[in-house]
């Protein structure tokens, strides 16, 4: 039986020096396991580049098919997840990726175990064969 992200994910400010809000586990989460899958409205580059002239573009990941994901006025839990690599200065490690579930819905996936008593999630965008995504997750600062 899968878990509700909303039963053991939540948000709130991040760790990581000028990333915003994070996203943070009540739970173990282990090597392997989705933690949570993207949600958001699909979109045109067109559209995704009258968004981000409007700086409407926090959120954004380009999907296989060529659309992009928008995320920003959706409910989902993996946007708040930060990414270390835009985020230089962080001294954290990345410890999930985003990548497709069995059933090609984008969601980001625990890359080693996380403790709950660690509680953030650091992504970093890999490239994993065909589930490979350019990453352009901004963080809010």
């Known amino acids: 039986m899968r ?3 909303s039963d053991y994910l939540y948000v709130k400010k991040s760790q990581i020096e000028y990333a915003g809000d994070g996203l943070y ?6 090597k ?3 933690i949570s899958r993207f949600k958001g ?3 045109t580059n067109e559209e995704a580049k009258k968004r981000a002239q409007e700086n409407k573009d926090r959120y954004f990941i380009n999907l296989l098919d060529s659309s992009i994901m928008d995320s920003m006025n959706t409910e989902c839990y993996a946007k708040y997840a930060n990414d270390v690599e835009i985020l230089s200065k962080s001294h954290y490690k990345s410890n999930a990726q985003i990548t ?5 819905n984008v969601c980001i996936k625990a890359i080693r175990k996380i403790n709950s008593e660690k509680k953030y999630f650091a992504v ?5 064969g065909r589930n ?4 352009f997750f901004k963080t809010m600062l």
């Open 25 to 30: 586990t009540a739970i173990d989460i282990y």
């Open 32 to 34: 392997n396991e989705i």
């Open 41 to 43: 409205e699909r979109i």
């Open 100 to 104: 497709l579930d069995d059933d090609d």
């Open 124 to 128: 970093t965008a890999s490239r994993i």
């Open 132 to 135: 490979t995504f350019d990453f």
């Open 3 to 5: 878990r509700r992200e």
